[in-house]
């Protein structure tokens, strides 16, 4: 009877684990809708044929992208910036606490093991109620040690370590995450500080051409060759241009400042000089869509959370089956202190029943289900958000793309239009000059001239942004082959 017993506990037991392996879902990455190709990619047939399932690579390294714009001044301001931006710091701070909590999960898998020193002093009430004082007082010296270890008999304790794995990459992938925004933002206002300082040469270029056309109005005016409104007008116009520069100059300063922020210093502290900004011309592959899923790091990051909620659905099934537990003590008690190493005082104690002590979830009012539900909520929420950001991940390579190419036919049309408005320019003033247009048709293509090369500046300040939106899109960097 024992026998058939003992025979029917192992069948339970293996039974148990057997079912505590089926707890734990198999995780697999949600399917994901990938076009064969970006809309806005002018791709040849042979590249399309490059196209392959994605795997995960988030942890290779980006490079040095911005060297494709050959500018020292940016290599020194990105170089700063990845030694003192705070928000990047607070990041790797934010990946050295993960690794701590993967390292506090993985202890569960240990048992813990506890010394303790103690001393008791107590005294027994006397026996016989009378006024003889026949209690007793003593001390007991108490010397031990504890053990605890909890038998993963469920996955608890494995579901709980790869979750927190999976937390860890998520939060290393997040860094790689700032970093890479952090270097576009760098470059991307880098690039705005050096249009404005393009905007600025227009400006000073304009007022010197203003500031001479008035004198030669006002030699006019004073032979009496023309009126007083055309003086008028010249200093309006020499007026506007200064006071427009200024604005220029507002807007330089408060970028300035928050490329100072960037580099982790006080803006009080920090000056870049003026330089405008030359035409950039690059050409940036944007790779196939199936690519984003290597190396955008905001996807491995939605992706690796998407792993720890699963990880996290069977640590909450786990908590629905019995917990096995180990426990003990061993030491030594004495009521002397001299007396306490001795082997004959000597003490164990081991938990009910040869040392386990086995719970069994029976009723709890549906807690444990509720976090068994709510940890699969979760999943599906990860799930949800995970999809999303591989959409909005097509999205801006796709504005990127659009983006750049628009911006170059733009940027053609425009030196068109710069090239007529100063044609015009000259012929207008030549007719003035001949008498034959009154002053304010002079003004009115100065002012065509004026906006027309301002536009043209702006789409160069344009283009280079859009190139750096367009790589921090596809992941930061690229293989050319």
């Known amino acids: 009877m024992i026998e058939r017993l003992s025979l029917a506990a192992v069948s339970g037991l293996l039974a148990a684990l057997l079912a505590g392996c089926a707890i734990v879902p198999k995780y697999e990455r949600p399917t994901v809708e990938v076009p064969g190709v970006f809309k806005e990619a002018r791709l040849s047939a042979a590249e399309r044929q490059r196209w ?32 003192a931006n705070q928000d990047l710091k607070a990041a790797a701070a934010r990946v050295k606490q ?31 109620g009378d006024s003889v004082d026949t209690g007793v007082t003593t001390t007991l010296w108490r010397a031990q040690t504890g053990l605890s270890y909890e038998v993963d008999l469920f996955g608890r304790v494995a579901s709980e370590i790869d979750a927190a794995g999976a937390d860890t990459q998520r939060v290393q992938a997040l860094y790689h995450s700032v970093r890479l925004a952090l270097q576009a933002d760098v470059a991307q206002t880098y690039f705005l500080i050096r249009r404005l300082d393009g905007e600025t040469q227009l400006y000073d270029n304009t007022i010197s051409l203003r500031q001479i056309s008035l004198e030669l109005v006002e030699t006019r005016f ?9 003086v008028a ?9 200064r006071a427009e520069a200024l604005g220029v100059e507002r ?60 990880a996290r659905i069977g640590a909450a099934r786990a908590a629905l089956f019995p917990q096995l537990v180990l426990t003990g003590t061993f030491g030594f008690e004495s009521s002397e202190l001299d007396e306490l190493l001795r ?11 040869i040392g386990t002590a086995l719970t069994l979830p029976i009723f709890d009012g549906g807690r444990r289900q509720a976090g068994v539900d709510r940890a699969r909520a979760r999943y599906e929420e990860d799930v949800a958000l995970y999809r999303q950001s591989v959409l909005k991940a097509f999205d801006e390579v796709e504005d990127g793309l659009s983006a750049l190419r628009l911006l170059g036919e733009q940027t053609e049309a425009q030196d068109t239009a ?11 003033k030549n007719q003035y000059e001949a008498g034959s247009v009154s002053y304010l048709e002079v003004i009115d293509a100065d002012r065509d001239v004026l906006r027309h090369r301002r536009t043209l500046v702006q789409l160069d300040g344009l283009r280079a942004q859009a190139a750096v939106q367009l790589i921090r899109a596809i992941g930061g960097g690229w293989d050319a082959s």
Do not use: C, Y
């Open 343 to 353: 082997w004959s005082s000597r003490s164990f104690l081991l938990g009910p029943l």
């Open 233 to 241: 007008r010249a200093r309006s116009e020499l007026a506007s241009a």
């Open 52 to 83: 392959k399932q994605a795997q995960p690579a988030d942890d290779l390294a980006r490079g040095r992208w911005w060297a494709i714009f050959r500018d020292q001044a940016l290599d020194a301001l990105q170089e700063q910036a990845m030694r």
């Open 418 to 428: 710069v090239a007529a408005a100063t044609h015009a320019a000259e012929l207008s």
């Open 98 to 128: 993960a690794r701590a909590m993967q390292r506090n999960a993985r202890a569960d898998r240990f048992p813990e093991l506890t010394a303790g020193l103690s001393a008791n002093r107590q005294r027994t009430a006397n026996a016989a």
């Open 251 to 310: 807007q330089r300063a408060a970028a300035e400042h928050g490329l100072a922020l960037l580099l982790g210093q006080p803006p009080a502290n920090f000056s870049l000089p003026r330089q405008p900004l030359a035409r950039i011309s690059v050409a940036i592959p944007a790779g196939l869509p199936s690519s984003l899923l290597e190396r955008r790091p905001d996807i491995a990051a939605a992706e690796r959370a998407l792993a720890a909620a699963n």
């Open 222 to 230: 004073h032979e009496g060759d023309i009126s007083e409104l055309d």
